[in-house]
T-cell receptor
């Protein structure tokens, strides 16, 4: 158990809908990362927050947004969902925001768009 | 458990033998590398890292080798055990670009034959 929690574990929805994925980082970790893992693209970095502020942006679509709240939990919002958005979404956390700060991954949310 | 990828290269190894997993990275400016292990149904887990000023680093039963000339990284697992069965990813970072994000490889599935 990494100490990072993600909810829900599974999510099934229809095209065009909007969903919110939630992540609670390890106690004491200030940085949160979101990743998408699909069969054809592998693990793709989406976005990073540090202490409530956006720190780095990766391959995140405009239909997706995220935020980190004062209690440090984070939410990833996915809207206008398409079939291709079906994937595993992982949250990770680290104490500090650098690439060399070990990231601890949560168990993921499996999103299925029908 | 969750299926991480159906099209990954697969390495099958007899229990007790040594395993070597290879990774070709893309960015010649990358100066920090990590190996992750992802078991079925779980998020990636840090195994070992190496900076570009080193060509070898050892951990517990694992060794990472870095060849910057050919942009190649390898992970050696000694005395492979059934619990080592997982997908292994390499990840790279170019700190000189001011980037905090990791770029992940596609992964290799290791199957340990008891």
């Amino acid at each position: 158990d990494s100490g990072v929690t993600q909810t829900p574990k599974h999510l099934i929805t229809a095209t065009g809908q909007r969903v919110t994925l939630r992540c609670s980082p390890r106690s004491g970790d200030l940085s949160v990362y979101w990743y998408q893992q699909s069969l054809d693209q592998g693990l793709q970095f989406l976005i990073q927050y540090y202490n409530g502020e956006e720190r780095a942006k990766g391959n995140i679509l405009e239909r997706f947004s995220a935020q980190q709240f004062p209690d440090l939990h984070s939410e990833l919002n996915l809207s206008s969902l398409e079939l291709g958005d079906s994937a595993l979404y992982f949250c990770a956390s680290s104490v500090a925001p650098g690439a060399e700060d070990e990231q601890f991954f949560g168990p993921g949310t499996r999103l299925t768009v029908l | 458990g969750e299926s991480v990828g159906l099209h990954l290269p697969t390495l099958s190894v007899q229990e007790g033998d040594n395993s070597i997993i290879n990774c070709a990275y893309s960015n010649s400016a990358s100066d920090y590398f990590i190996w992750y292990k992802q078991e079925s149904g779980k998020g990636p887990q840090f195994i070992i890292d190496i900076r570009s000023n080193m060509d070898k680093r050892q951990g517990q039963r694992v060794t990472v080798l870095l060849n910057k000339t050919v942009k190649h990284l390898s992970l050696q697992i000694a005395a492979t055990q059934p619990g080592d069965s997982a997908v292994y990813f390499c990840a790279e970072n170019d700190s000189g670009a001011g980037s905090y994000q990791l770029t992940f490889g596609k992964g290799t599935k290791l199957s340990v034959i008891p």
